[in-house]
């Protein structure tokens, strides 16, 4: 095991930050273009990527990058970066965050909202579950509309940035309370708010992608379950691995985002069936158990060991977890997967969660502070 040492100047830095970040600004620029629970704030990648030592050249990898905190963080020290998740949503925030946005953005989507507006254009309304129950019947309509002139739209970047602005404002324009509550309730959303709201969204997305100047544009987004994933499917070496894997029983973002999948054609239903750690998942009649999540995160470990370069370094952020009133110390088994896998425990660093951040956090759950651990492949 490679002990801590005032020798070693890296490990010595990260002991003087202060990774509560109590000052930390989630409600502006490119972080901030989309709704996302529990979202992995920039600091913690950041601050990761400009300690350690790692290699030009060398790509760094979230296996769980979520809304693609650490794939911005990377481009922005010119690192390649790539992410892996099962969530579409996820998957669709972190390619926009990520790619170019050509200069026909804006044009095309006052097109998309002038073709919606048109009344003799009346796009069929899709087949989603208790629709009536959480949209008003004329938004559903001028959701429709929208969603259909988007998808004539041709190039690609510029469609899934729409999709994005589009995704980002179901939630106001829909009957549920807000992101973090899951409730319905009457809500005063007029005729024309979608579209008011859609171009909205457009503008900040415009604007926070301005203001985006990555020295590195490549990033690869794999739209995919991390336990199906192979080594070839990580096209670059890594040096570096920096991600939060879900906490068992603690969130749901296959429901937090569910009618956003339905609205843009993705099958929230099959993302909860394959999302780890998902709640829905511990109150069926066969739930799954700790020594589950352990052979989860055993099977992380293995791929993150072949993927990543000798000395390259794997920074595993992550809180415990309640289970059925069973207090499970999360870090404590990664750390002990890790050894098994080879990897070699370089120091485990303890934050505090902002409560700000906790909005989404179910009750049941509690969880307060985090352990961001850090090891090394030899």
């Not at 490679?2 to 990260?14: F, G, H, R, S």
């Not at 620029?29 to 950041?46: K, L, V, W």
């Not at 179901?170 to 024309?192: C, F, H, M, P, W």
Request: net charge positive; aromatic share 8%.
């Amino acid at each position: 095991m490679v002990m801590y040492t005032q020798e070693n100047t890296a490990i010595a830095k990260l002991h003087t930050v202060n990774w509560d970040f109590p000052d930390s600004n989630k409600s502006n620029g490119i972080h901030a273009i989309h709704p996302y629970p529990a979202r992995f704030i920039a600091e913690i990648p950041r601050t990761l990527i400009s300690l350690l030592d790692i290699p030009a050249g060398m790509a760094i990898l979230d296996p769980f990058c979520g809304s693609g905190s650490t794939l911005v963080e990377a481009q922005l020290t010119g690192h390649a970066a790539i992410g892996v998740d099962l969530n579409p949503i996820a998957c669709l925030i972190s390619r926009v965050k990520t790619q170019p946005l050509p200069d026909m953005f804006l044009n095309e989507a006052a097109w998309c909202v002038e073709q919606a507006r048109q009344p003799h254009k009346i796009a069929a309304i899709p087949p989603i579950p208790n629709l009536d129950h959480w949209f008003a019947s004329p938004v559903q309509q001028e959701i429709a509309n929208l969603r259909h002139a988007i998808g004539q739209v041709n190039d690609l970047y510029i469609r899934e940035a729409m999709q994005l602005a589009l995704s980002s404002i179901l939630v106001r324009v829909s009957n549920q309370e807000s992101d973090t509550r899951y409730a319905a309730i009457k809500k005063k959303v007029q005729s024309g708010d979608v579209f008011q709201q859609f171009a909205t969204a457009v503008q900040q997305l415009w604007a926070a992608k301005q203001t985006y100047r990555p020295l590195s544009t490549e990033c690869q987004v794999i739209e995919k379950n991390i336990m199906l994933t192979e080594p070839a499917d990580i096209t670059r070496p890594v040096g570096c691995v920096i991600t939060s894997p879900p906490y068992p029983n603690a969130y749901e973002y296959w429901l937090y985002h569910k009618y956003r999948m339905f609205w843009l054609d993705r099958d929230p239903l099959a993302v909860k069936v394959q999302e780890i750690g998902a709640r829905a998942h511990y109150f069926r009649k066969n739930p799954p158990t700790i020594e589950d999540f352990q052979v989860q995160m055993k099977h992380v470990l293995q791929l993150l060991h072949q993927v990543v370069v000798p000395g390259g370094y794997i920074c595993i952020v992550i809180g415990r977890s309640k289970i059925h009133g069973q207090i499970v110390d999360n870090a404590s088994l990664v750390t002990a997967v890790a050894r098994q896998c080879g990897l070699l425990t370089i120091t485990n660093l303890s934050r505090q969660i902002a409560a700000s951040r906790k909005s989404f956090n179910l009750s049941h759950a509690n969880i307060k502070t985090e352990q961001i651990l850090i090891f090394q492949k030899p």
